[in-house]
Antibody
Framework: QVQLQESGPGLVKPSQTLSLTCTVSGGSISSGNYYWNWIRQPAGKGLEWIGRIYTSGITNYNPSLKSRVTISIDTSKNQFTLNLSSVTVADTAVYYC????????????WGQGTLVTVSS | DIQMTQSPSSLSASVGDRVTITCRASQSIGSNLNWYQQKPGKAPTLLIYGASSLQSGVPSSFSGSGSGTDFTLTISSLQPEDFATYYCQQSYITPRTFGQGTKVEIK
């Protein structure tokens, strides 16, 4: 059974960089059948796709965040990482790491989510 | 970006009711439409992919239909554990986008 687990600081100051790591267990992140995504959800609001990475390192980002987002992958550790720079209070949200099936695009496995609060 | 619009935004229903949620895409997405269920404080879970395929382990009371721009999620007989928020999501192109959600509440 594939499991994803987010880790990282729960509090980030405005203008700083938010960094989160997702550790994948029960399967290899190097499998060519999947993309590895970050999705976020502000409290009481809907879901926003941030971006994704393939095992080769190819990335796709949401244009609304593209200038501030970097997603990287470390296949030796079975992990992928989100960096979001110049954060503001609007970036406060629960952040999920999520697997999607490359051929059809559904998000089939989700991490439990981690709350990141942007505050001074 | 493809805009996904769900209706209604919320509904009240009783156990045993048949419930239908609709999702409309701002352009044709073929059958590249997925449905998720989210309970408070939990991550979403996949219910339906490819517009009508049931994810493994999901009760057969859930079904999906549609193609192009108009899609439907149906719960044939609402159970107590089905009270939750439901989201549609297009996987036709990036950026991936979600509907705003439909909250199913107890009448």
């Amino acid at each position: 059974q594939v499991q994803l687990q987010e880790s990282g600081p729960g509090l980030v100051k405005p203008s700083q960089t938010l960094s989160l790591t997702c550790t994948v267990s029960g399967g290899s992140i190097s499998s060519g059948n999947y993309y590895w995504n970050w999705i976020r959800q502000p409290a009481g609001k809907g879901l926003e796709w941030i971006g994704r990475i393939y095992t080769s390192g190819i990335t796709n980002y949401n244009p609304s965040l593209k200038s501030r987002v970097t997603i990287s992958i470390d296949t030796s550790k079975n992990q992928f990482t989100l960096n979001l720079s110049s954060v503001t209070v609007a970036d406060t949200a629960v952040y999920y790491c999520v697997r999607d099936v490359a051929v059809s695009g559904q998000f089939d496995y989700w991490g439990q989510g981690t709350l990141v609060t942007v505050s001074s | 970006d493809i805009q996904m619009t769900q209706s209604p935004s919320s509904l009240s229903a009783s156990v045993g009711d048949r419930v239908t949620i609709t999702c409309r895409a701002s352009q044709s997405i073929g059958s590249n439409l997925n449905w998720y269920q989210q309970k408070p404080g939990k991550a979403p879970t996949l219910l339906i992919y490819g517009a009508s395929s049931l994810q493994s382990g999901v009760p057969s009371s859930f079904s999906g239909s549609g193609s192009g721009t108009d899609f439907t999620l149906t719960i044939s007989s609402l159970q107590p554990e089905d009270f939750a928020t439901y989201y549609c999501q297009q996987s036709y192109i990036t950026p991936r986008t979600f509907g705003q959600g439909t909250k199913v509440e107890i009448k």
